[in-house]
């Protein structure tokens, strides 16, 4: 997955395949977290600025994704911060543009020198490319 930023959004598209299904075509319900879970993280590295471990991941499931209908998209943005936690607001939407699923992901994060030296973070300007 490639990610990228669009003003408060961190985003990615993504073409699920075939193999992710759970019931014929439709996307396992565990890869849908796991991606809600995934794009919550790049919001923790790039705009709280560090590293962070899943404290709790609340997953809302709409309708059926499938894996034979095209990209889908999936974005997050920050919706509160203090010092010792992230929330996240995470959606997966399909082709058409519908929210399939959507998750609310609560980080702890640790101080980015801490994260720095103890958990391999490279620091925020290492998620940007140079121009």
Known sequence: MEF???????KSNWKP???LAGYGNILHGGIQSTI??????????????????TANLNVKYKSAVYTDKGMLEVRAKLIDQNRKFATIHAE??????????????????????IA???YNYPGIENFF???
Do not use: M
């Open 129 to 131: 490319e140079q121009d």
């Open 36 to 53: 809600l879970d995934e794009i919550a993280s790049w919001v923790v590295y790039t705009k709280v600025g560090t590293a962070g471990v």
């Open 92 to 113: 997966l939407l399909d082709h058409e543009g519908n929210v399939c699923s959507e998750a609310e992901v609560k980080y702890f994060i640790f101080p980015a020198e």
């Open 116 to 118: 720095k030296r103890k």
């Open 4 to 10: 990228f930023e669009d003003e408060e959004y961190v």
């Open 17 to 19: 395949q075939k193999h």
